[in-house]
């Protein structure tokens, strides 16, 4: 049987806490269609992987640039 390694989920909050940005931000990303695959828990909030992050900080350096 091969063991799968559950991949890290973030809540909005902690990275809102981790990028210092609100989390009206952070869904207008998403709105915009600047941010996309975030996923949902089974109440419907948002959960964000590792792609996620990655996209969030390529989207903050193309922004101070």
Do not use: H
């Not at 809102?16 to 869904?27: G, N």
């Not at 709105?31 to 996209?55: H, I, K, Q, T």
Request: with cysteine; hydrophobic share 35%.
């Amino acid at each position: 049987m091969v063991k799968r390694k559950n991949p890290r989920k973030y809540k909005t909050k902690e990275i809102c806490d981790r990028f210092d940005i609100s989390r009206a931000t952070l869904f207008r990303w998403e709105g915009e269609g600047v941010l996309v695959g975030v996923g949902r828990d089974w109440r419907g909030w948002r959960v964000y992987d590792e792609n996620n992050v990655m996209a969030i900080e390529k989207i903050i350096k193309n922004k101070n640039a």
